[in-house]
């Protein structure tokens, strides 16, 4: 069991920034690909970004490239959402999930794939 909690949400103006954070607890940390997903009323959970278990190896959904990063700390059990520009189009509840994996190097897109879920924290960007 992996249980994960998010924080760093709120309200920031269009071209703000604001920094997601997921700690997790549980099983150990390391032994997980991490991925963030926002959900926008009224509209499906969306992948956004997603890490391997190293840090290795990244994935951005196209609608964030170049504007958010995601990064890991396996020491402090720390997943993180630095999130740049930000549009009013990003307005969502973000949503950190673990999928434990056996290879390294892998990430996972999919929502269905990812086995632990946190309780999300809402991002409004106000235009």
């Known amino acids: 069991q992996v249980q994960l909690v998010e924080s760093g949400g709120g309200l920031v103006q269009a071209g703000g920034s604001l920094r997601l954070s997921c700690a997790a607890s549980?099983?150990?940390?390391?032994?997980?690909?991490m991925g963030w997903f926002g959900q926008a009323p009224g509209k499906e959970r969306e992948f956004v970004a997603a890490i391997s278990r190293g840090g290795s190896r990244i994935y951005y959904a196209d609608s964030v490239k170049g504007r958010f990063t995601i990064s890991r700390d396996n020491a402090k059990n720390m997943v993180y959402l630095q999130m740049n520009s930000l549009k009013p189009e990003d307005t969502a509840v973000y949503s950190c999930?673990?999928?434990?994996?056996?290879?390294?190097?892998?990430?996972?897109?999919?929502?269905?794939?990812?086995?632990?879920w946190g309780q999300g924290t809402q991002v409004t960007v106000s235009s």
């Open positions: 999930a673990a999928d434990r994996r056996q290879v390294w190097d892998i990430v996972v897109t999919t929502s269905g794939e990812y086995d632990y």
């Open positions: 549980g099983r150990t940390f390391s032994n997980y690909v």
